[in-house]
């Protein structure tokens, strides 16, 4: 279903950039934005020339999709990124579906990003909970109105921008009893249903359902029917997880599986996996403190009854959402069919949502951290050009 052309022309050594003047002063209202962008026009016919049409396919039809990544900057003063390779396979899985290119050097596309950060590096804050955001952009460009001739998208633009502490605002709620997030769990909006697109990250799936948010809930959690029950799906941008106690003794950790296509395959919920089955099977070299080796993580649909029944028998031990915004988040309440149901509070998401920030912030040495290289921006102050530029 991809295009045949690849993106040959990415590569960080034809990087061009204009630097800012020493003076310079981010606009009104602008200031917790990164300072500069990178760019990355692409043509099928050319490899550049970039035009913006109103009957673009992105205006027109919301061919759109996005990434969204965090920079960390570690108390030694290093930059530190998170399994950034992981979100390149989705951005290229995203691009597919939507006809868009997708066959680009995740290595280089990581090396250009690298430089980015290197140049954005005096921004990043440090501390736990503060960083860098970093959101990937690629749409199409070209008129997507019409039938084409075909699918896929003429001319392209990926760019790349950054903005400080998505998220930080949340990172308090998994701390203390009574602290977690309250969620409203939605029945008038479905944002994702089998054979559908909620496993991508396409903009489309975002815009739709904004207007679901209730005030006084931190996001809307998401759920999907059949057979006359609502099973969750997300909650916001994030992975849903429950923490049981089964009969034979365990504790079982619980996630929605990936099989039906309705669930957004976190790269955060993909590393609590690989954590929690590690500690599991005994082998870690990632200490998780405090929790037991009894445990199993189960990847399977949950229901809003099962939620209800299992607070009233006492089995259910707590719950909570991940991903690169919050990290680990603590729900705290839910609110489904007018009622309020209050979700117990565990001390063991806490473990787990150290171990991912200690990990990406390099307190915990770990292949998932990736260095950023220093760079100053030499070498690249080439003569301007329009359309390959960091400015
Ligand atoms: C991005 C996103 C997530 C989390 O993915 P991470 O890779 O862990 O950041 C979960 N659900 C939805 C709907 C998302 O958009």
Redesign the pocket.
């Known amino acids: 279903m991809s295009p045949a052309y690849p993106l040959a022309s990415l590569s960080s050594s034809n990087l061009f950039f204009s630097p800012l003047p020493p003076n310079h002063e981010p606009p009104a209202g602008k200031a917790n934005h990164g300072r500069y962008m990178l760019t990355i026009p692409w043509s099928a016919a050319s490899g550049h020339e970039l035009a913006f049409d109103p009957l673009s396919g992105v205006l027109q039809y919301a061919v759109t999709c996005f990434e969204?990544m965090k920079c960390y900057k570690t108390d030694q003063g290093d930059l530190r990124l998170f399994r950034p390779e992981k979100?390149f396979d989705r951005f290229k899985r995203s691009a597919a579906r939507l006809g868009l290119p997708n066959k680009w050097d995740n290595a280089e596309l990581v090396d250009l990003l690298c430089k980015l950060l290197a140049l954005e590096a005096p921004l990043v804050p440090t501390g736990d909970g503060s960083n860098l955001y970093i959101r990937p952009t690629l749409l199409e460009t070209s008129e997507g109105y019409g039938i084409k001739e075909t699918a896929f998208a003429s001319e392209a633009l990926l760019y790349v921008v950054t903005t400080l502490n998505l998220g930080k605002g949340l990172y308090a709620s998994s701390e203390a009893p009574g602290k977690g997030i309250r969620l409203d769990a939605c029945r008038d909006y479905i944002r994702a249903w089998p054979g559908g697109t909620g496993s991508y990250?396409l903009g489309a799936n975002y815009g739709t359902v904004s207007v679901a948010k209730k005030p006084g809930f931190a996001m809307s959690l998401w759920l999907h029917s059949h057979d006359g029950e609502d099973y969750l799906s997300?909650a916001g941008?994030?992975?849903v997880w429950i923490i049981k106690q089964a009969a034979d003794g365990y504790l079982e950790f619980i996630t929605m599986g990936l099989d039906n296509g309705i669930v957004?395959p976190?790269?955060?919920?993909e590393s609590l996996i690989e954590l929690l089955n590690d500690h599991a099977s005994g082998k870690s070299s990632v200490p998780l403190p405090g929790l037991p080796t009894k445990l199993r993580v189960v990847e399977r649909d949950i229901s809003m009854s099962e939620i209800v029944t299992s607070i009233e028998d006492g089995s259910l031990k707590g719950m909570f959402g991940?991903?690169?915004?919050v990290v680990v988040v603590q729900i705290g309440e839910i609110q489904y069919q007018d009622k309020i149901h209050k979700i117990p509070h565990n001390p063991l998401i806490q473990i787990l949502r150290d171990t991912v920030t200690g990990i990406q912030r390099g307190k915990i040495e770990h292949p998932w951290s990736h260095k950023v290289p220093e760079w100053d921006g030499s070498g690249a102050e080439k003569d301007r050009e329009e359309d390959n530029v960091l400015a």
């Open positions: 969204g979100n990250k997300e941008a994030m992975n957004l976190g790269i955060t919920r991940c991903g690169t915004g």
